[in-house]
């Protein structure tokens, strides 16, 4: 009698796909196909991307245009004699305090600021990056330490989640440009002055996402898992450093991407009612003071650079914490 299995006989290796074709080669281990399938992720991450930014620069440069022209016309052209819609154009692009200035200003700017200054130099920029950062960093890690802190004790105690809940939230409805000055007034009159006060009102706005994130995700543990917990006679603490806190991990990832964006706005908030004479902050207040729309112009291009590069830090221990455990392919 003829069993089912040896009456169907075996696929190949080749059949089942254990082997890849031509061989046995990958499509990776033949020569050149690492760097097309690099090339593919290239154009399938970056073709976005660009026609995203052309999109911003053809408008900037439309906008800068349009807002431009009456101010060129007025005291850069002579009206009377007329002009060509080349020469409006040329003169909307290269006027030296224009309403809004043209893309290639702002990269000009910022060239001659980080290579004809010194770092130090309160004129480059990277001088005002680093106050900044440092300010940024140093709340985002009080605000992260905050919130975590908050979070364990919220969801340990429902005594501390109806009073504290409703707290966290009702804080964020206050608008920082009225906490800051309170804030800095409060920590000036305790002797705290330059990086503690814009790191306190940093802390004040990345504590939020992170609590918020946090209590969600500590909760995220299903009821079977809490119960094999209690099967083992765990205690509170084993059970939130063994289960809570590893389910809590995606959710927090994300909570510091938007608390470390937020803790630079509040640094750079912090900067203007202090009168500071460096940070990012203090060069946006200088620009507007004498109307060097250029400067303005190109501190903000730097803070967003300066925001970019702080999430994309966050984001790349997010890809090694989740892959280390399992979380990311």
Known sequence: ??????????????????????????????????????????????????????????????????????????RVLDEEAGYTQRELFEATMTMERPLMPAPHQVVMDLYESLTEWPVDNPRNLLFHVAVTGQSTLIGFVMGTALGLLLSVLIVHSRTLDRALMPWIVASQTVPVLAIAPIVLVILGSLGFSGTAPKAVIAMYLCFFPVTVAMVAGLRSPQVIETEMMHTYAASRWQSLWLLRLPAALPFLFPALRVGVAAGLVGAMVAELPT??????????????????????????VMSALLGLTLTAAVALVERLVLRNRGGVA
Request: charged fraction near 10%; aromatic fraction near 8%; proline fraction near 8%.
């Open 275 to 300: 009168g500071a004479v460096a940070g990012l902050g203090a060069r946006l207040l200088t620009g507007s003071y004498y109307g060097q729309t250029i400067q303005i112009w190109s501190a903000l």
């Open 1 to 74: 009698m003829v069993t089912m299995a040896e009456a169907v006989p075996p696929r190949s290796p080749a059949a089942r796909g254990s082997l890849p074709p031509e061989g046995g080669r990958s499509a990776l281990g033949r020569p050149g196909g690492r760097t097309k399938n690099w090339f593919q992720r290239l154009i399938h991450n970056g073709l976005p991307i660009a026609v995203v930014l052309l999109a911003v620069l053809l408008a900037w440069y439309a906008a800068a245009w349009a807002l431009n022209a009456p101010g060129a016309i007025e």
